[in-house]
């Protein structure tokens, strides 16, 4: 069964910093590529990033680039998302997630972030 | 990278067909085909129901289809059920590894 569980989110200050990791099993992690998208309370998705299987490349939403890293250890089957520079708009229920063809098909129920004083 | 625009809701009765669409542009929806559908329901995880335009992954019901014309793309949900009444998602490849979802639609069966 294909499992993929996130976790580091939480409250963080306006500026400040967090990482995301996505734990994945049940599937071969190293040969898929991953997204993460954020779906902030009561609204819709966004996509964030995503990366291909070896790590060598990404994509970042413009609202994110620059401040947002994507990032795996495919020795631990694990996804990371490097959060700096968080600003109120921020704030969301992250998920990481896999497919084929451009797609989704399998998600993790999300880690929450959220970005006040 | 704007998100597509989708209409916010769209309803109809069980057994009617439906029809949202999602409108982007030449350099999104009308340059790729490689669009894809969501359906969220509330506090759960999105569902994928189509793929690449027109395809549907194993276990996704016969009543879901997808289409495409120009710089918009389409999922249609033939006899209509109560279980449809849900979010709907698209999403768009955009080039360099970047995709872009559409702002969303809620489908009321009444």
């Known amino acids: 069964e294909v499992q993929l569980v996130e976790s580091g989110g939480g409250l963080v200050q306006p500026g400040g910093s967090l990482r995301l990791s996505c734990a994945a099993s049940g599937f071969t992690f190293r040969s898929s590529w991953m997204h993460w998208v954020r779906q902030a309370p009561g609204k819709g998705l966004v996509w964030v990033s995503r990366m291909n299987s070896d790590g060598t490349n990404t994509g970042y939403a413009d609202s994110v680039k620059g401040r947002f890293t994507i990032s795996r250890d495919n020795a631990k089957d694990t996804l990371f998302l490097q959060m700096n520079s968080l600003t109120a708009e921020d704030t969301a229920v992250y998920h990481c997630?896999?497919?084929?063809?451009?797609?989704?098909?399998?998600w993790g129920q999300g880690t929450l972030v959220t970005v006040s004083s | 990278q704007s998100a597509l625009t989708q209409p916010a809701s769209v309803s109809g009765s069980p057994g009617q067909s439906i029809t949202i669409s999602c409108t982007g542009t030449s350099s999104d929806v009308g340059n790729y085909n490689i669009v894809s559908w969501y359906q969220q329901h509330p506090g759960k995880v999105p569902k994928l129901l189509i793929y690449?335009?027109?395809k549907r992954p194993s276990g996704v019901s016969n009543r879901f289809s997808g289409s495409k014309s120009g710089n918009t793309a389409s999922l249609t949900i033939s006899g209509l059920q109560a279980e449809d009444e849900a979010d709907y998602f698209c999403?768009?490849?955009?080039?360099?590894?970047?995709?872009?979802f559409g702002t969303g639609t809620n489908v009321a069966v009444l």
């Open positions: 997630a896999t497919g084929d063809y451009g797609s989704a098909n399998y």
């Open positions: 999403c768009s490849y955009v080039g360099s590894n970047t995709f872009v």
């Open positions: 690449e335009v027109v």
